[in-house]
């Protein structure tokens, strides 16, 4: 056993580290250290006066007047008033283009209750490029002594803020809203938006010539168009209800009837009419 155990330590003599080689192992690993520590220092150093150079060119190119805010291109402009418009991007003339705040330019050009959006865009050196979308007309109303123009989101604004307002004299009247409280006057009015774009989208050619929407009663949506006094009551529900048969019928029946004061399409499968006065 004792032999076995010696051959056993003599083997494993090989593996023993003298202390003369561990001192040479640790001076290695200081020397790599050192020029590890050097290396990212000095790469360090490196970035440092990179980014300091950097940040003094940008800074000097902010306050160089070759940058200054001096040119301002405004597209889709046509019932936003352009003095009001001027007035409230004016506090960003002369800024510096590579600094200015595009997000917050837009939302100064979206002021105007009649920009539905605008989108900014920077034209290098000195100007910005602003293209808005207005909001689309759908028909008009009176409240009181003013004419209000309503868009298709329902958006109610004065006429008579707007750039052109004479444009808007083609549009279909809305009736039967004045008096009503302001909740019923917003459901009013988008029951008449939501009739109106029905027949505008199944019938373009006869809603062309469409002249008003009498929305005073919950049962009924009266129409007249512009080259009739023909009246026509629709279903509030389902304005299109017998609308393709009267189209259809109507001069049939004009020459057997004649003159008819109005025609009652809220029943299924069942149009009514007044006979008028020939």
Known sequence: MKGKTFRH???????WRRRGNLKVRKARLTRKSFRWTGLLL???????????????TFEAACEAAEFRLANVAVEGVHQTPEAMLTG?????LSSSLL???????????ERHPWVEEAAVK?????????????????ALFRDGDRTMV?????????????????????LPVL???????DEERTRRIR?????????????????????????????????TSGNSDVRLLLDPENVLMNFEHFLALREQIHNRIGPVDYFDLRWKDRIALMPGQS
Request: hydrophobic share 40%; with cysteine.
């Open 9 to 15: 330590v003599e083997q494993d003599r090989r593996y």
């Open 42 to 56: 000095f790469n360090g150093l490196l970035l440092w006066a990179g980014w300091t150079a950097c940040s003094r």
């Open 88 to 92: 409230e991007l004016q506090p960003f």
């Open 99 to 109: 600094t200015l705040d595009l997000e917050a330019v837009a939302l100064a050009a």
């Open 122 to 138: 920077r034209v290098l050196p000195c100007g910005i490029r602003i293209r808005l979308k207005e909001r689309t007309p759908a």
């Open 150 to 170: 309503v868009d298709r989101t329902g958006f109610v604004h004065d006429v008579a803020d707007l750039e052109h307002p004479g444009e808007f004299q083609g």
């Open 175 to 181: 009736k039967g809203i004045a008096g009503a409280g």
């Open 191 to 223: 029951r008449g938006l939501d009739a109106l774009q029905s027949l505008q989208s199944r019938y373009p050619e006869w809603s062309s010539r469409l002249a008003a929407l009498d929305l005073a009663k919950a049962d009924r949506i009266t129409v």
